[in-house]
């Protein structure tokens, strides 16, 4: 599969092994800060692209050929979504029953418990819409900032009648690449140059993200092009086996006492 040129980025990104811990090649990015997480929604959080399956479903056929237009780069993802949902036709309870046919990731509940716990910042970035997430993230048990929108960034969606509306609250203007949700740009901000930053994704809107992250797990069209442009990344199928290596991740960056001085003491790096 061909696809749009990709920006250089960060450079070295932090390396994982595979029991999760950081590799010596990168000790000097390890930190006892907490990572910052970075997180995609549609064939992320759940198993298959909820858009999809809403343009596939309710949408005119001709929605494919606006996809084509995207995959070739020849227009950005937010002319692609304003076109195709304009040509779906539903009413909220047919939208709904689909949405919650959907299935979710079945370890991200737990991988919600443990963000939870160890009280890591996490953040949906998604091209999306906030209507579908919400409901989503409702059905898997998850509220507060997520579901409120402090930490969810995606594109706006209401039902009117049999027409949904859409808007794009976090496109960046201008952008070169015509995103929905310029998801470089919130990580930017949102991390403030602190690390390692870490990115969860699986879909072509991914490939820009990538370049802000120190770690990034990937499946599917973003495995593909990770791989295809030399991108460090780790291969997941399901959030345990990321949950596993952020825990060691996250161990490896907590402060060890010293034996042999006052718990005053800190010791140097």
């Given at each position: 599969?061909?696809?749009?040129?990709?920006?250089?980025?960060?450079?070295?990104?932090?390396?994982?092994?595979?029991?999760?811990?950081?590799?010596?090649?990168?000790?000097?990015?390890?930190?006892?800060?907490?990572?910052?997480?970075?997180c995609d929604f549609d064939g992320t959080i759940t198993r298959v692209d909820v858009t999809d399956e809403i343009l596939a479903q309710l949408a005119h056929p001709s929605w494919r050929e606006v996809e084509q237009e995207w995959t070739c780069g020849a227009i950005g993802s937010r002319e692609c979504l304003e076109r195709q949902m304009a040509l779906v036709e539903a009413s909220a309870k047919e939208?709904?029953?689909?949405?919650?046919?959907?299935?979710?990731?079945?370890?991200?509940?737990?991988?919600?418990?443990?963000?939870?716990?160890?009280?890591?910042?996490?953040?949906?970035?998604?091209?999306?819409?906030?209507?579908?997430?919400?409901?989503?993230?409702?059905?898997?048990?998850?509220?507060?900032?997520?579901?409120?929108?402090?930490?969810?960034?995606?594109?706006?969606?209401?039902?009117?009648?049999?027409?949904?509306?859409?808007?794009?609250?976090?496109?960046?203007?201008?952008?070169?690449?015509?995103?929905?949700?310029?998801?470089?740009?919130?990580?930017?901000?949102?991390?403030?140059?602190?690390?390692?930053?870490?990115?969860?994704?699986?879909?072509?809107?991914?490939?820009?993200?990538?370049?802000?992250?120190?770690?990034?797990?990937?499946?599917?069209?973003?495995?593909?092009?990770?791989?295809?442009?030399?991108?460090?990344?780790?291969?997941?199928?399901?959030?345990?086996?990321?949950?596993?290596?952020?825990?060691?991740?996250?161990?490896?960056?907590?402060?060890?006492?010293?034996?042999?001085?006052?718990?005053?003491?800190?010791?140097?790096?």
């Amino acid at each position: 599969m061909r696809y749009p040129a990709r920006l250089r980025g960060r450079g070295e990104r932090t390396s994982i092994s595979v029991k999760g811990t950081l590799s010596k090649s990168s000790e000097k990015k390890q930190t006892s800060q907490r990572p910052a997480i970075f997180c995609d929604f549609d064939g992320t959080i759940t198993r298959v692209d909820v858009t999809d399956e809403i343009l596939a479903q309710l949408a005119h056929p001709s929605w494919r050929e606006v996809e084509q237009e995207w995959t070739c780069g020849a227009i950005g993802s937010r002319e692609c979504l304003e076109r195709q949902m304009a040509l779906v036709e539903a009413s909220a309870k047919e939208l709904n029953a689909l949405i919650d046919a959907v299935a979710i990731d079945p370890h991200f509940a737990s991988f919600w418990r443990f963000i939870e716990e160890c009280k890591l910042p996490f953040y949906v970035l998604s091209d999306s819409f906030d209507y579908i997430i919400r409901r989503v993230l409702k059905r898997a048990g998850v509220n507060g900032v997520l579901r409120n929108g402090t930490h969810m960034f995606a594109s706006a969606l209401r039902v009117e009648g049999r027409r949904l509306v859409t808007a794009f609250p976090h496109c960046a203007a201008p952008c070169e690449h015509g995103c929905a949700t310029c998801k470089p740009r919130i990580m930017r901000r949102l991390s403030g140059g602190r690390g390692p930053v870490v990115f969860i994704g699986d879909g072509l809107s991914d490939r820009f993200a990538v370049d802000e992250a120190d770690v990034v797990f990937a499946k599917r069209q973003l495995l593909a092009y990770c791989r295809e442009n030399g991108i460090a990344c780790h291969q997941f199928a399901t959030f345990a086996e990321i949950e596993t290596a952020l825990r060691d991740l996250v161990d490896a960056g907590r402060p060890r006492r010293q034996r042999g001085r006052s718990p005053k003491a800190k010791s140097e790096r």
